[in-house]
């Protein structure tokens, strides 16, 4: 699969994105400063690269596909790699519009329970899964709230992935008057807890690792800034008893740390 989409293609595979182009130095671009172009685009990248239909709530972050795919196929493929054998049952927290379960059931062709909290993101995320006739293999639930101990659908589930891009904002975080991630964030979005946004990550490895199989991996993706909170997390990993392992995923100039947690 080849990675990416450019700007000439996606404006040729879809008209409307030509409103919010621009020339520099003789080369065609996209003003990404509007939420409507980065809606657009997004949403051309999955149609043609990935072949899937997806929507995003219009208030909420617009994901980027090609980071959430190589953070999906690092954690699968290292998986396999280790126990041998294909995945059966993957837990997504905080599955937003759906697109990483979406990813997952669609290229590992797995069981996906995905959680969400945010009633409208819940609803656009089953949409999603229909939308892609993923039904048989996605279960989108609401999780009341919880992180992953009191989520009734779960209880007695073992699982070979968990996978999370979790919230990860210190207390006090509000909107930005400027462009937030394609969006405005919401405050339910603008949680993580601790002094660096760390808490929601320990406690999905606290909590996770009782609902892992033997030879399973627990993977978050963070943002590069701040290291502080990477170190916090990476040494809860070793302090759970987990086998750490870190990788990078690196887009234009943005970067992506991915933390793995291996229960042997």
């Not at 589930?157 to 919230?167: A, E, H, L, M």
Request: hydrophobic share 35%; net charge positive.
């Amino acid at each position: 699969m080849e990675l990416g989409l450019k700007i000439e293609d996606a404006v040729k595979l879809n008209p409307e994105l030509k409103k919010y182009t621009y020339y520099k130095n003789g080369k065609i671009r996209i003003d990404f400063k509007s939420k409507e172009s980065l809606y657009l685009y997004n949403k051309t990248v999955l149609k043609y690269v990935f072949n899937i239909d997806m929507d995003f709530h219009r208030d909420a972050l617009i994901p980027a596909p090609i980071s959430r795919y190589l953070f999906i196929k690092n954690l699968c493929e290292s998986f396999k790699e280790e126990n041998k054998r294909s995945i059966d049952d993957v837990l997504e927290i905080g599955t937003g519009s759906g697109i990483l379960a979406i990813m997952i059931a669609k290229y590992y062709r797995c069981n996906v329970y995905a959680t969400e909290v945010v009633e409208e993101y819940i609803e656009l995320a089953k949409n999603n899964v229909i939308r892609n006739s993923l039904e048989d293999r996605i279960k989108i639930i609401d999780s009341k709230g919880k992180v992953i101990e009191g989520i009734t659908k779960i209880e007695g589930k073992k699982f070979d992935i968990i996978v999370s891009y979790p919230p990860f904002y210190p207390p006090h975080s509000v909107p930005s008057k400027r462009s937030f991630g394609g969006a405005y964030a919401r405050n339910v979005e603008l949680i993580g807890g601790g002094k660096y946004g760390e808490e929601f990550s320990l406690r999905i490895l606290r909590e996770g690792i009782k609902y892992l199989r033997e030879g399973g991996i627990i993977g978050l993706m963070m943002p590069h800034k701040p290291k502080e909170r990477r170190k916090i997390i990476e040494e809860e990993v070793v302090n759970l008893g987990l086998i750490l392992e870190t990788d990078k995923i690196k887009i234009g100039k943005r970067i992506r740390h991915i933390i793995k947690g291996y229960l042997l």
